[in-house]
């Protein structure tokens, strides 16, 4: 097992993620029977933002081995329930004017290539479903995306001291963000995954 795509039974399977992109290169578990000897199993974890984090916060301690081994988690959704040292509970926007839901590009990122946050930041005539917030970065994250003209970071990377990565989208899993009109979901899904397994477009990561 390599990439572990955990689902929830409170949200729905999807497709872009367990469809041909994923087929062969994750392994699917309900967050419910997650255990923590799949955790050790895998070296790339993927979450939904429907993720059952009370139970996963309480698999810490095979998360900590996990990122100590070098793991990769790509996490969607608002940190409730800390589940490594260093995180902090999600922060909403105070304001709601359009202008804080814009997005910027903030730094550079394989999972996002060439797409222009612009395009993401409206769907259906409607801003804020890529972000209305932000779960505050750790010490040493590197910002990736800016939300509004504070440019709080709702989507970031993080080298954990001890090993590992994670990459923190706090909206709605970002695979579904793909712009409107494109037929890019698949692929904005398959650079998620090779971010998770640790390469992109062939290269290590």
Sequence with gaps: MSVLFVQSHNGPIPRAMVGPVGRGRIAIVEDTALSDEAIAASTGIITTMHLDQVGFAARAKALAAFFAQGGRLFFNGHVLKPFVEGLEVYRPLMSRKLADFQLMRLAPHPVFGDLDPADMAVRKGVAGFYGRGHNPMPKGARALTGLGPLKQPVDWEWALPGGGKMFCHAGNDLWSMAPEG?????????????????????VAQ
Excluded at 187 to 200: H, P
Aim: proline share 0%; glycine share 24%.
């Design 182 to 202: 494109s037929d890019g979901a698949g692929a904005f899904a398959g650079r998620i995954v090779d971010w998770t397994t640790g390469e992109a477009n062939g």
